[in-house]
């Protein structure tokens, strides 16, 4: 009668290894926004950047109230991208929305905004452009999604 438990959780054991070699592991929220920022580069035609995602707490940014940041480097080609944490952002400002990957958006079109980038002093044209590529990652996260749910 033992035999036959035996065999049991043998092959119970077996399916598991199976399993766990067949499907992907766990990806970090660092790893999955990763791979959404090679996806959006493609669609956003920064291929050729080389581009790394950090997911750090708040206290790593620069601003205290910066959902996100990014430092290129024009000539390279290269770019690192700060999103804050979501438990972070949601203790900055209860109040304020925060999606990820609309942030990772936002950092993303600054590349392409680089050459027309406003001087840190002129604090209403910063806003100006800063308010410009919110309502265009918006706009293109919105029009992704709606795109993917026709698709489904």
Known sequence: ???PKQLHHQDIALEQQ???KCSPPELTLEQQMQQ???EWQQRLRLADWDVTV???PAMDMSSTQAQGCIHW???EKTADIKLVTPEDAVKQ???RPYNLEETLIHELLHLHMAPFEPDSSEQTECMAMEWTINAIAG???KL???QESANV
């Open 1 to 3: 009668m033992t035999e």
């Open 36 to 38: 959404k920022c090679r």
């Open 144 to 146: 992704a999604n709606s």
């Open 93 to 95: 400002n209860p109040m």
């Open 139 to 141: 706009a293109l996260l």
């Open 54 to 56: 950090k997911v750090v």
């Open 18 to 20: 199976t399993q766990q």
């Open 73 to 75: 480097r024009i000539t």
